[in-house]
Nanobody
Framework: EVQLVESGGGLVQAGGSLRLSCAAS????????IGWFRQAPGKEREAVSC????????YYADSVKGRFTISSDNAENTVYLKMNSLSPEDRGVYYC?????????????????WGQGTQVTVPS
């Protein structure tokens, strides 16, 4: 059974940092693309950052470039999202997702498996 478990969310002041973790199990990690998506109240789910665990290629939304870093620890079957310089615009529920792919995948419609989400709150 494929499982994705996110952790690391919380409340942080503007300018602060968080590191999200996505622990995966039940599939061959190296064959999957992993994405981080966020959904703010009243907004559609959007891709924040994605990675191919096969070749390490990455994608970042323009709004997070230079502030967020995605990385993959294939030995631990875990993908991380380090988020720096957080602002109220970054708040929402952050979801980890997985799909069989050897390249990075950015469209959430293409993802097959989703975690339960972790809340990120940045007060304005």
């Amino acid at each position: 059974e494929v499982q994705l478990v996110e952790s690391g969310g919380g409340l942080v002041q503007a300018g602060g940092s968080l590191r999200l973790s996505c622990a995966a199990s039940g599939f061959i990690f190296d064959d999957y693309a992993i994405g981080w998506f966020r959904q703010a109240p009243g907004k559609e789910r959007e891709a924040v950052s994605c990675i191919s665990t096969n070749d390490g290629s990455t994608y970042y939304a323009d709004s997070v470039k230079g502030r967020f870093t995605i990385s993959s620890d294939n030995a631990e079957n875990t993908v991380y999202l380090k988020m720096n310089s957080l602002s109220p615009e970054d708040r929402g529920v952050y979801y980890c997702a997985a799909v069989i792919a050897l390249v990075v995948v950015t469209d959430y419609d293409d993802y097959d498996y989703w975690g339960q989400g972790t809340q990120v709150t940045v007060p304005s």
